[in-house]
Protein backbone atom coordinates (compact mmCIF):
# COMPACT_ATOMS: atom_id res chain seq x y z
CA UNK A 1 0.00 0.00 0.00
CA UNK A 2 2.88 2.12 1.05
CA UNK A 3 4.84 1.56 -2.67
CA UNK A 4 1.40 2.27 -4.42
CA UNK A 5 0.71 5.74 -2.51
CA UNK A 6 4.79 6.18 -3.31
CA UNK A 7 4.21 5.52 -7.10
CA UNK A 8 1.35 7.50 -7.23
CA UNK A 9 3.30 10.94 -5.82
CA UNK A 10 6.23 10.00 -8.31
CA UNK A 11 3.54 10.01 -10.79
CA UNK A 12 2.42 13.46 -9.89
CA UNK A 13 5.68 14.94 -9.77
CA UNK A 14 7.01 12.89 -12.69
CA UNK A 15 4.09 13.75 -15.46
CA UNK A 16 4.11 17.53 -15.30
CA UNK A 17 7.92 17.58 -14.95
CA UNK A 18 8.42 15.42 -17.40
CA UNK A 19 6.23 17.03 -20.17
CA UNK A 20 8.00 20.33 -19.53
CA UNK A 21 11.36 18.60 -20.02
CA UNK A 22 9.78 17.44 -23.57
CA UNK A 23 8.84 20.37 -24.10
CA UNK A 24 11.98 22.24 -24.34
CA UNK A 25 13.41 19.53 -25.81
CA UNK A 26 11.52 19.34 -28.92
CA UNK A 27 11.92 23.16 -29.35
CA UNK A 28 15.72 21.99 -29.64
CA UNK A 29 15.07 19.14 -31.38
CA UNK A 30 13.40 21.31 -33.39
CA UNK A 31 15.83 24.26 -33.68
CA UNK A 32 18.63 21.20 -34.40
CA UNK A 33 15.89 20.22 -37.64
CA UNK A 34 15.81 23.53 -38.92
CA UNK A 35 19.42 23.94 -38.94
CA UNK A 36 21.05 20.86 -40.86
CA UNK A 37 17.69 22.15 -43.75
CA UNK A 38 17.27 18.48 -44.49
CA UNK A 39 14.65 18.90 -47.21
CA UNK A 40 11.55 17.03 -46.24
CA UNK A 41 11.06 14.15 -49.09
CA UNK A 42 7.23 15.09 -49.52
CA UNK A 43 6.66 12.67 -52.09
CA UNK A 44 7.72 8.89 -51.87
CA UNK A 45 5.79 7.72 -54.59
CA UNK A 46 5.64 9.74 -58.02
CA UNK A 47 4.07 7.71 -60.17
CA UNK A 48 0.35 8.51 -60.02
CA UNK A 49 -0.53 5.43 -61.83
CA UNK A 50 1.12 3.30 -58.80
CA UNK A 51 -0.26 5.45 -56.71
CA UNK A 52 -3.84 4.98 -58.04
CA UNK A 53 -2.80 1.17 -58.28
CA UNK A 54 -1.70 1.29 -54.55
CA UNK A 55 -5.17 2.64 -52.82
CA UNK A 56 -7.05 0.11 -54.33
CA UNK A 57 -10.91 1.50 -54.00
CA UNK A 58 -10.19 4.09 -51.89
CA UNK A 59 -8.70 6.89 -54.23
CA UNK A 60 -10.89 9.24 -53.50
CA UNK A 61 -9.77 9.24 -50.00
CA UNK A 62 -6.18 9.35 -50.90
CA UNK A 63 -6.84 12.01 -53.19
CA UNK A 64 -8.31 14.27 -50.06
CA UNK A 65 -5.27 13.39 -48.29
CA UNK A 66 -3.13 14.05 -50.91
CA UNK A 67 -5.03 17.47 -51.49
CA UNK A 68 -4.31 18.32 -47.85
CA UNK A 69 -0.22 17.69 -47.98
CA UNK A 70 -0.39 20.40 -50.62
CA UNK A 71 -2.05 22.55 -48.79
CA UNK A 72 0.24 22.11 -46.42
CA UNK A 73 3.43 21.76 -48.48
CA UNK A 74 2.09 25.06 -50.03
CA UNK A 75 1.30 26.76 -46.96
CA UNK A 76 4.52 25.99 -44.78
CA UNK A 77 6.80 26.84 -47.80
CA UNK A 78 4.68 30.23 -48.30
CA UNK A 79 4.90 30.93 -44.26
CA UNK A 80 8.16 30.50 -44.66
CA UNK A 81 9.10 33.08 -47.74
CA UNK A 82 10.83 29.76 -49.65
CA UNK A 83 10.48 30.08 -53.08
CA UNK A 84 11.17 26.64 -54.22
CA UNK A 85 8.28 24.60 -54.75
CA UNK A 86 9.33 21.89 -56.97
CA UNK A 87 7.21 18.91 -55.23
CA UNK A 88 3.94 20.95 -56.03
CA UNK A 89 3.37 19.71 -59.02
CA UNK A 90 4.03 15.99 -58.25
CA UNK A 91 1.48 16.35 -55.94
CA UNK A 92 -0.77 18.00 -57.62
CA UNK A 93 -0.31 15.27 -60.59
CA UNK A 94 -1.16 12.64 -57.50
CA UNK A 95 -4.22 14.57 -56.13
CA UNK A 96 -5.84 14.81 -59.42
CA UNK A 97 -4.94 11.62 -60.80
CA UNK A 98 -6.68 9.80 -57.79
CA UNK A 99 -9.50 12.05 -58.30
CA UNK A 100 -10.00 13.64 -61.34
CA UNK A 101 -13.45 15.37 -60.09
CA UNK A 102 -11.59 17.00 -57.16
CA UNK A 103 -12.20 20.71 -59.04
CA UNK A 104 -10.90 22.64 -56.13
CA UNK A 105 -7.75 20.94 -56.54
CA UNK A 106 -7.48 21.88 -60.38
CA UNK A 107 -8.65 25.59 -59.48
CA UNK A 108 -6.42 26.12 -56.09
CA UNK A 109 -3.75 24.19 -57.83
CA UNK A 110 -3.62 26.44 -60.75
CA UNK A 111 -3.06 29.34 -58.67
CA UNK A 112 -0.25 27.81 -56.48
CA UNK A 113 1.63 26.83 -59.44
CA UNK A 114 0.96 29.73 -61.99
CA UNK A 115 2.01 32.97 -59.99
CA UNK A 116 5.66 33.78 -60.02
CA UNK A 117 7.30 33.82 -56.55
CA UNK A 118 6.63 34.80 -53.74
CA UNK A 119 2.81 33.92 -54.40
CA UNK A 120 3.15 30.65 -56.54
CA UNK A 121 5.73 28.19 -58.18
CA UNK A 122 6.33 30.09 -60.99
CA UNK A 123 5.21 27.45 -63.33
CA UNK A 124 2.10 28.58 -65.55
CA UNK A 125 2.83 26.69 -68.24
CA UNK A 126 1.72 23.15 -65.56
CA UNK A 127 -1.07 25.40 -64.69
CA UNK A 128 -2.32 25.55 -67.91
CA UNK A 129 -1.47 21.43 -67.97
CA UNK A 130 -3.30 20.88 -64.53
CA UNK A 131 -6.89 22.89 -65.80
CA UNK A 132 -6.48 21.54 -69.01
CA UNK A 133 -6.82 18.16 -67.65
CA UNK A 134 -9.53 19.20 -65.00
CA UNK A 135 -11.51 20.61 -68.03
CA UNK A 136 -11.19 17.09 -69.62
CA UNK A 137 -12.65 15.40 -66.78
CA UNK A 138 -14.95 17.99 -65.90
CA UNK A 139 -16.09 19.63 -69.49
CA UNK A 140 -19.45 21.35 -67.92
CA UNK A 141 -17.49 23.28 -65.18
CA UNK A 142 -17.20 26.86 -66.25
CA UNK A 143 -15.28 28.03 -64.02
CA UNK A 144 -11.89 25.90 -64.94
CA UNK A 145 -12.39 28.08 -68.32
CA UNK A 146 -12.30 31.33 -66.00
CA UNK A 147 -8.78 30.37 -64.18
CA UNK A 148 -7.69 28.53 -67.77
CA UNK A 149 -7.72 32.52 -69.20
CA UNK A 150 -6.69 33.84 -65.88
CA UNK A 151 -3.52 32.07 -66.44
CA UNK A 152 -3.25 33.12 -69.68
CA UNK A 153 -3.75 36.71 -68.86
CA UNK A 154 -2.03 37.32 -66.04
CA UNK A 155 1.03 35.37 -65.85
CA UNK A 156 1.51 34.15 -69.71
CA UNK A 157 0.17 37.65 -71.03
CA UNK A 158 -1.25 35.45 -74.10
CA UNK A 159 -4.66 37.34 -74.50
CA UNK A 160 -5.78 35.64 -77.62
CA UNK A 161 -5.85 32.44 -75.88
CA UNK A 162 -7.17 34.23 -72.72
CA UNK A 163 -9.80 35.87 -74.99
CA UNK A 164 -10.35 32.10 -76.51
CA UNK A 165 -10.51 30.24 -72.71
CA UNK A 166 -13.37 32.55 -71.76
CA UNK A 167 -15.21 32.70 -74.70
CA UNK A 168 -15.32 28.92 -74.65
CA UNK A 169 -16.23 28.97 -71.10
CA UNK A 170 -19.06 31.42 -71.53
CA UNK A 171 -20.53 28.45 -73.62
CA UNK A 172 -21.11 26.11 -71.16
CA UNK A 173 -24.04 25.94 -68.55
CA UNK A 174 -24.41 28.11 -65.98
CA UNK A 175 -21.91 30.52 -67.11
CA UNK A 176 -21.98 34.01 -66.45
CA UNK A 177 -22.64 37.02 -69.19
CA UNK A 178 -19.10 38.57 -68.17
CA UNK A 179 -17.35 35.73 -69.43
CA UNK A 180 -18.33 36.42 -72.92
CA UNK A 181 -17.93 40.25 -72.64
CA UNK A 182 -14.47 39.39 -70.87
CA UNK A 183 -13.87 37.13 -73.94
CA UNK A 184 -14.44 40.17 -76.32
CA UNK A 185 -12.46 42.69 -73.99
CA UNK A 186 -9.31 41.01 -73.51
CA UNK A 187 -9.45 39.98 -77.85
CA UNK A 188 -9.99 43.59 -78.09
CA UNK A 189 -7.40 45.53 -75.76
CA UNK A 190 -5.01 43.24 -74.25
CA UNK A 191 -4.21 43.62 -71.29
CA UNK A 192 -6.49 46.85 -69.27
CA UNK A 193 -6.50 48.25 -65.67
CA UNK A 194 -10.57 47.54 -66.01
CA UNK A 195 -9.78 43.72 -67.05
CA UNK A 196 -7.18 43.16 -64.53
CA UNK A 197 -9.25 44.64 -61.83
CA UNK A 198 -12.60 42.78 -61.82
CA UNK A 199 -11.00 39.39 -62.30
CA UNK A 200 -9.10 39.65 -59.60
CA UNK A 201 -12.23 40.85 -58.02
CA UNK A 202 -14.40 38.54 -58.92
CA UNK A 203 -11.55 36.01 -57.14
CA UNK A 204 -12.28 38.04 -54.07
CA UNK A 205 -16.05 37.82 -53.88
CA UNK A 206 -16.37 33.85 -55.17
CA UNK A 207 -14.16 32.47 -53.04
CA UNK A 208 -14.86 31.01 -49.85
CA UNK A 209 -11.27 30.62 -48.50
CA UNK A 210 -9.65 33.53 -46.50
CA UNK A 211 -6.47 33.39 -47.93
CA UNK A 212 -7.20 33.43 -50.99
CA UNK A 213 -9.34 36.44 -50.86
CA UNK A 214 -6.12 37.71 -48.63
CA UNK A 215 -4.15 37.30 -51.90
CA UNK A 216 -6.78 38.69 -53.91
CA UNK A 217 -7.49 41.91 -52.16
CA UNK A 218 -3.57 42.69 -52.01
CA UNK A 219 -3.42 42.32 -55.98
CA UNK A 220 -6.31 44.70 -55.99
CA UNK A 221 -5.02 47.34 -53.78
CA UNK A 222 -1.37 47.16 -55.34
CA UNK A 223 -3.62 47.08 -59.07
CA UNK A 224 -4.81 50.44 -57.60
CA UNK A 225 -1.64 51.66 -56.47
CA UNK A 226 -0.06 51.13 -60.06
CA UNK A 227 -3.10 52.98 -61.70
CA UNK A 228 -3.20 55.47 -59.41
CA UNK A 229 0.53 56.44 -59.57
CA UNK A 230 -0.14 56.32 -63.50
CA UNK A 231 -2.75 58.93 -63.17
CA UNK A 232 -0.78 61.01 -60.78
CA UNK A 233 2.68 60.96 -62.62
CA UNK A 234 0.09 62.37 -65.59
CA UNK A 235 -0.97 65.04 -63.86
CA UNK A 236 2.72 65.56 -62.62
CA UNK A 237 3.68 66.06 -66.36
CA UNK A 238 0.67 68.44 -66.39
CA UNK A 239 2.25 70.45 -63.55
CA UNK A 240 5.54 70.34 -65.38
CA UNK A 241 3.98 72.04 -68.70
CA UNK A 242 2.62 74.90 -66.86
CA UNK A 243 5.04 75.44 -64.22
CA UNK A 244 8.75 74.23 -65.59
CA UNK A 245 9.37 72.15 -63.16
CA UNK A 246 8.10 68.65 -62.01
CA UNK A 247 5.78 68.68 -58.24
CA UNK A 248 7.93 68.10 -55.55
CA UNK A 249 5.37 67.07 -53.47
CA UNK A 250 1.41 66.63 -53.58
CA UNK A 251 0.29 69.53 -51.47
CA UNK A 252 1.83 71.18 -54.75
CA UNK A 253 -0.66 68.91 -57.18
CA UNK A 254 -3.07 70.18 -55.02
CA UNK A 255 -2.31 73.96 -54.81
CA UNK A 256 -2.22 73.97 -58.62
CA UNK A 257 -5.70 72.68 -58.54
CA UNK A 258 -4.98 69.12 -60.60
CA UNK A 259 -6.30 67.62 -57.20
CA UNK A 260 -9.07 68.06 -55.07
CA UNK A 261 -7.07 66.57 -51.69
CA UNK A 262 -4.32 64.79 -51.03
CA UNK A 263 -4.10 61.35 -53.04
CA UNK A 264 -4.45 58.03 -51.07
CA UNK A 265 -3.55 54.84 -51.65
CA UNK A 266 -6.47 51.91 -50.82
CA UNK A 267 -4.32 51.83 -47.09
CA UNK A 268 -5.52 55.87 -46.58
CA UNK A 269 -1.33 56.63 -46.75
CA UNK A 270 -0.68 59.47 -48.47
CA UNK A 271 1.04 59.07 -51.90
CA UNK A 272 4.73 61.07 -52.30
CA UNK A 273 6.86 61.55 -55.06
CA UNK A 274 10.00 59.96 -55.14
CA UNK A 275 13.67 61.03 -55.93
CA UNK A 276 12.90 60.52 -59.47
CA UNK A 277 9.36 62.67 -59.34
CA UNK A 278 7.85 60.01 -60.16
CA UNK A 279 4.46 58.94 -57.45
CA UNK A 280 5.12 56.43 -55.53
CA UNK A 281 3.91 54.79 -51.88
CA UNK A 282 4.50 56.43 -48.94
CA UNK A 283 7.16 54.56 -46.73
CA UNK A 284 4.71 53.90 -44.05
CA UNK A 285 2.48 52.39 -46.24
CA UNK A 286 2.01 49.08 -45.59
CA UNK A 287 1.57 47.89 -49.05
CA UNK A 288 5.13 49.34 -50.08
CA UNK A 289 6.58 46.04 -47.75
CA UNK A 290 4.20 44.03 -50.62
CA UNK A 291 4.92 45.81 -53.22
CA UNK A 292 8.51 45.47 -53.02
CA UNK A 293 8.31 41.64 -52.29
CA UNK A 294 6.80 41.47 -55.52
CA UNK A 295 9.33 43.82 -57.30
CA UNK A 296 12.11 41.57 -55.69
CA UNK A 297 10.61 38.50 -57.17
CA UNK A 298 10.44 40.47 -60.57
CA UNK A 299 6.90 39.40 -60.72
CA UNK A 300 5.12 42.55 -62.48
CA UNK A 301 1.52 43.37 -60.53
CA UNK A 302 -0.75 43.88 -63.78
CA UNK B 1 18.04 -1.72 -8.56
CA UNK B 2 20.20 -5.35 -8.60
CA UNK B 3 16.85 -7.09 -8.25
CA UNK B 4 15.44 -5.51 -11.56
CA UNK B 5 18.90 -6.21 -13.10
CA UNK B 6 18.45 -10.01 -11.99
CA UNK B 7 14.85 -9.50 -13.65
CA UNK B 8 16.35 -7.86 -16.83
CA UNK B 9 19.26 -10.93 -17.27
CA UNK B 10 16.37 -13.64 -17.37
CA UNK B 11 14.27 -11.30 -19.66
CA UNK B 12 16.84 -11.29 -21.74
CA UNK B 13 17.77 -14.87 -21.44
CA UNK B 14 14.34 -16.14 -22.06
CA UNK B 15 14.04 -13.86 -25.42
CA UNK B 16 17.22 -15.43 -26.82
CA UNK B 17 15.78 -18.91 -25.66
CA UNK B 18 12.27 -18.08 -27.81
CA UNK B 19 14.86 -17.75 -30.61
CA UNK B 20 13.96 -13.88 -30.84
CA UNK B 21 17.62 -13.56 -32.22
CA UNK B 22 16.82 -15.54 -35.38
CA UNK B 23 15.59 -12.92 -37.22
CA UNK B 24 19.04 -12.05 -37.73
CA UNK B 25 19.55 -15.01 -40.35
CA UNK B 26 17.04 -13.58 -42.31
CA UNK B 27 18.27 -9.67 -42.04
CA UNK B 28 21.63 -11.70 -43.41
CA UNK B 29 19.81 -12.85 -46.17
CA UNK B 30 18.60 -9.74 -47.38
CA UNK B 31 21.92 -7.85 -46.88
CA UNK B 32 23.45 -10.34 -49.00
CA UNK B 33 20.72 -10.16 -51.56
CA UNK B 34 20.84 -6.31 -51.60
CA UNK B 35 24.49 -6.01 -51.58
CA UNK B 36 24.45 -8.39 -54.78
CA UNK B 37 21.17 -7.34 -56.47
CA UNK B 38 22.12 -3.10 -56.14
CA UNK B 39 24.72 -3.34 -58.40
CA UNK B 40 22.91 -4.91 -61.18
CA UNK B 41 19.98 -2.77 -61.02
CA UNK B 42 21.01 0.64 -60.06
CA UNK B 43 23.67 3.34 -61.42
CA UNK B 44 25.03 5.56 -58.75
CA UNK B 45 22.96 4.98 -55.71
CA UNK B 46 24.27 2.07 -54.20
CA UNK B 47 24.97 3.08 -50.99
CA UNK B 48 21.94 5.15 -50.68
CA UNK B 49 20.11 2.15 -51.67
CA UNK B 50 22.14 -0.50 -49.14
CA UNK B 51 21.81 2.19 -45.84
CA UNK B 52 18.29 2.89 -46.53
CA UNK B 53 17.58 -1.14 -47.08
CA UNK B 54 19.39 -2.26 -43.94
CA UNK B 55 18.28 1.00 -41.71
CA UNK B 56 14.45 0.04 -42.41
CA UNK B 57 15.01 -3.54 -42.10
CA UNK B 58 16.14 -2.60 -38.67
CA UNK B 59 13.60 -0.61 -37.62
CA UNK B 60 10.74 -2.96 -39.00
CA UNK B 61 12.44 -6.13 -37.80
CA UNK B 62 13.09 -4.10 -34.27
CA UNK B 63 9.51 -3.01 -34.24
CA UNK B 64 7.50 -6.22 -34.66
CA UNK B 65 10.17 -7.57 -31.44
CA UNK B 66 9.13 -4.60 -29.63
CA UNK B 67 5.65 -4.27 -29.76
CA UNK B 68 5.10 -8.24 -30.03
CA UNK B 69 7.56 -9.06 -26.91
CA UNK B 70 6.80 -5.90 -24.77
CA UNK B 71 3.14 -6.54 -24.64
CA UNK B 72 4.30 -10.17 -23.92
CA UNK B 73 6.16 -9.15 -20.87
CA UNK B 74 3.59 -8.74 -18.51
CA UNK B 75 0.52 -11.00 -20.15
CA UNK B 76 2.84 -13.64 -20.60
CA UNK B 77 3.84 -14.13 -16.97
CA UNK B 78 0.30 -14.07 -15.84
CA UNK B 79 -0.98 -16.27 -18.04
CA UNK B 80 1.83 -18.81 -17.43
CA UNK B 81 1.38 -18.12 -13.60
CA UNK B 82 5.05 -17.67 -13.22
CA UNK B 83 4.56 -13.76 -12.16
CA UNK B 84 2.65 -15.19 -9.01
CA UNK B 85 5.50 -16.55 -7.69
CA UNK B 86 8.60 -14.10 -8.56
CA UNK B 87 5.76 -11.03 -6.87
CA UNK B 88 5.74 -13.73 -3.55
CA UNK B 89 9.43 -13.10 -3.48
CA UNK B 90 11.12 -9.77 -2.26
CA UNK B 91 10.48 -7.79 -5.59
CA UNK B 92 8.44 -4.95 -6.19
CA UNK B 93 5.75 -4.96 -8.97
CA UNK B 94 8.09 -1.28 -10.21
CA UNK B 95 10.83 -3.61 -9.99
CA UNK B 96 9.32 -6.29 -12.02
CA UNK B 97 8.33 -3.97 -14.75
CA UNK B 98 11.63 -1.77 -14.76
CA UNK B 99 13.31 -5.37 -15.09
CA UNK B 100 11.22 -6.51 -17.67
CA UNK B 101 11.59 -3.28 -20.04
CA UNK B 102 15.67 -3.30 -19.63
CA UNK B 103 15.65 -6.87 -20.31
CA UNK B 104 14.07 -6.24 -23.54
CA UNK B 105 15.85 -3.38 -24.38
CA UNK B 106 18.79 -5.07 -23.91
CA UNK B 107 17.74 -7.83 -26.50
CA UNK B 108 16.54 -5.04 -29.04
CA UNK B 109 19.61 -3.95 -28.39
CA UNK B 110 22.52 -6.82 -28.74
CA UNK B 111 19.90 -7.42 -32.01
CA UNK B 112 20.05 -4.06 -33.43
CA UNK B 113 24.16 -3.83 -32.51
CA UNK B 114 24.50 -7.46 -35.08
CA UNK B 115 22.07 -5.91 -37.36
CA UNK B 116 24.18 -2.72 -37.77
CA UNK B 117 27.46 -4.82 -38.20
CA UNK B 118 25.25 -7.12 -40.78
CA UNK B 119 24.80 -3.59 -42.87
CA UNK B 120 28.43 -2.35 -42.41
CA UNK B 121 29.44 -5.47 -43.98
CA UNK B 122 27.34 -4.94 -46.97
CA UNK B 123 28.40 -1.64 -47.02
CA UNK B 124 32.06 -2.84 -47.41
CA UNK B 125 31.33 -5.23 -50.09
CA UNK B 126 29.60 -2.28 -51.90
CA UNK B 127 31.74 0.26 -51.46
CA UNK B 128 35.16 -1.91 -50.94
CA UNK B 129 36.08 0.76 -48.04
CA UNK B 130 33.88 2.38 -45.07
CA UNK B 131 34.38 6.11 -44.46
CA UNK B 132 34.66 8.48 -41.56
CA UNK B 133 31.01 10.14 -42.62
CA UNK B 134 29.73 6.33 -42.40
CA UNK B 135 29.67 6.51 -38.66
CA UNK B 136 26.11 8.55 -39.49
CA UNK B 137 24.55 5.26 -39.86
CA UNK B 138 25.75 4.16 -36.42
CA UNK B 139 23.63 7.34 -35.42
CA UNK B 140 20.93 6.46 -37.12
CA UNK B 141 20.82 3.12 -35.75
CA UNK B 142 21.21 4.20 -32.21
CA UNK B 143 18.61 6.35 -32.87
CA UNK B 144 16.77 3.37 -34.02
CA UNK B 145 17.34 2.08 -30.36
CA UNK B 146 15.75 4.96 -28.70
CA UNK B 147 12.71 4.78 -30.57
CA UNK B 148 12.40 0.74 -30.15
CA UNK B 149 13.13 1.80 -26.19
CA UNK B 150 9.65 3.78 -26.32
CA UNK B 151 7.78 1.67 -27.89
CA UNK B 152 8.79 -1.16 -25.63
CA UNK B 153 7.68 1.53 -22.94
CA UNK B 154 4.28 2.35 -24.41
CA UNK B 155 3.55 -1.52 -25.15
CA UNK B 156 4.42 -2.17 -21.19
CA UNK B 157 2.00 0.27 -19.87
CA UNK B 158 -0.43 -0.64 -22.48
CA UNK B 159 -0.18 -4.52 -21.36
CA UNK B 160 -0.54 -3.50 -17.71
CA UNK B 161 -4.19 -2.55 -17.83
CA UNK B 162 -5.79 -3.96 -21.17
CA UNK B 163 -5.63 -7.13 -23.25
CA UNK B 164 -2.50 -8.34 -25.17
CA UNK B 165 -4.50 -7.69 -28.80
CA UNK B 166 -5.60 -3.97 -27.50
CA UNK B 167 -2.52 -3.80 -26.17
CA UNK B 168 -0.71 -3.77 -29.75
CA UNK B 169 -3.23 -1.63 -31.10
CA UNK B 170 -3.01 0.92 -28.61
CA UNK B 171 0.81 0.54 -29.14
CA UNK B 172 0.62 0.65 -33.07
CA UNK B 173 -1.79 3.30 -33.20
CA UNK B 174 -0.05 5.65 -30.85
CA UNK B 175 3.22 4.70 -32.81
CA UNK B 176 1.52 5.32 -36.02
CA UNK B 177 0.35 8.83 -34.79
CA UNK B 178 3.61 9.63 -33.62
CA UNK B 179 5.07 9.54 -36.96
CA UNK B 180 3.07 12.48 -38.01
CA UNK B 181 3.61 14.85 -35.21
CA UNK B 182 5.81 16.95 -37.33
CA UNK B 183 3.07 16.99 -40.07
CA UNK B 184 0.50 18.47 -36.89
CA UNK B 185 2.64 21.04 -35.99
CA UNK B 186 3.28 22.51 -39.59
CA UNK B 187 -0.07 22.33 -40.11
CA UNK B 188 -0.33 26.01 -41.86
CA UNK B 189 -2.20 28.20 -38.51
CA UNK B 190 -3.89 30.08 -41.52
CA UNK B 191 -6.59 27.51 -42.26
CA UNK B 192 -7.34 26.56 -38.97
CA UNK B 193 -9.15 28.03 -35.86
CA UNK B 194 -7.45 29.48 -33.18
CA UNK B 195 -8.68 26.75 -30.93
CA UNK B 196 -8.11 23.91 -33.25
CA UNK B 197 -4.63 25.34 -33.85
CA UNK B 198 -4.03 25.12 -30.11
CA UNK B 199 -5.21 21.76 -29.22
CA UNK B 200 -3.27 20.34 -32.08
CA UNK B 201 -0.11 22.37 -30.93
CA UNK B 202 -0.54 21.07 -27.65
CA UNK B 203 -1.03 17.61 -28.86
CA UNK B 204 2.16 17.49 -30.87
CA UNK B 205 3.79 17.73 -27.42
CA UNK B 206 2.38 15.17 -25.82
CA UNK B 207 2.40 12.45 -28.51
CA UNK B 208 5.27 10.80 -28.65
CA UNK B 209 7.52 12.50 -31.74
CA UNK B 210 8.96 8.85 -33.11
CA UNK B 211 9.90 11.37 -36.44
CA UNK B 212 12.75 12.98 -34.19
CA UNK B 213 14.54 9.25 -34.35
CA UNK B 214 14.44 9.53 -38.12
CA UNK B 215 17.55 10.18 -39.50
CA UNK B 216 17.38 7.44 -42.23
CA UNK B 217 17.21 10.03 -45.07
CA UNK B 218 20.56 11.69 -43.92
CA UNK B 219 21.90 8.36 -43.20
CA UNK B 220 21.84 7.29 -46.61
CA UNK B 221 23.28 10.61 -47.99
CA UNK B 222 26.10 10.56 -45.37
CA UNK B 223 25.24 13.71 -43.69
CA UNK B 224 26.66 15.04 -40.33
CA UNK B 225 24.44 14.47 -37.83
CA UNK B 226 24.71 17.30 -34.81
CA UNK B 227 25.83 16.45 -31.48
CA UNK B 228 23.52 18.32 -30.00
CA UNK B 229 20.58 16.19 -31.66
CA UNK B 230 22.18 12.67 -30.69
CA UNK B 231 22.06 14.42 -26.88
CA UNK B 232 18.88 15.89 -27.07
CA UNK B 233 17.38 13.20 -28.60
CA UNK B 234 18.63 10.70 -26.07
CA UNK B 235 17.53 12.92 -23.34
CA UNK B 236 14.31 13.10 -24.68
CA UNK B 237 13.50 8.81 -25.30
CA UNK B 238 15.11 9.36 -21.69
CA UNK B 239 12.44 11.11 -20.05
CA UNK B 240 9.61 10.29 -22.61
CA UNK B 241 10.14 6.27 -21.29
CA UNK B 242 11.14 7.93 -17.69
CA UNK B 243 7.05 9.23 -18.10
CA UNK B 244 5.44 6.10 -19.83
CA UNK B 245 7.64 4.04 -16.93
CA UNK B 246 6.51 5.67 -13.84
CA UNK B 247 2.39 5.04 -15.63
CA UNK B 248 3.21 1.98 -16.09
CA UNK B 249 4.10 1.11 -12.61
CA UNK B 250 1.48 3.16 -10.94
CA UNK B 251 -0.97 1.15 -12.97
CA UNK B 252 0.20 -2.21 -12.35
CA UNK B 253 0.89 -1.41 -8.66
CA UNK B 254 -2.98 -1.16 -8.15
CA UNK B 255 -3.64 -3.83 -10.28
CA UNK B 256 -5.76 -6.56 -8.95
CA UNK B 257 -4.07 -10.03 -9.76
CA UNK B 258 -6.34 -12.22 -8.47
Known amino acids: MKSEKSIAWLLLLVVPLGFAGIWRLQHGIDAQRASISEERDEVLLRSPKLVKAMSLEYAPLLADIYWTRVVQYYGNKHLRGQANLDLLWPLLDITTALDPNLVIAYRFGAMFLSPAAPGGAGRPDLAVQLIQRGIQANPEYWRLYEDLGFVYYFDLKDYQKASAAFLEGSKKPNALVWMKIMAAKVAAEGESFETSLFLWKDIYDTSADPSVKKNALMHLQLLTVKEDCKQLDALADEYAKRHGKRPSRMSDLVQAGLVRGIPRDPLGFPYVFGEGGKAELNLDSPLLEKQLMFDRFKNVVP | ?258
Open chain 2, 1 to 258: MRRAGVVALNTFREAVRDRVLYNLVFFALLMIAASVAVGQISIGIEQTVIVSLGLSAISVIGLLISIFLGVALVSKEMDKRTLYTLLAKPVRRSEFLLGKFAGLVLTLAVNTAAMAMGLLLAMLYVKHSLERSDTVVLVAVYFILLKLALIVALALLFSCFTTPLLAILFTVGLYSAGLYVQELRNLPIEVMSPPMSAFTKWLSYLLPNFENFNVMAMAAHGRVVPGALILQNTLYAVVYCTIVLTAAAAVFSRRNLK
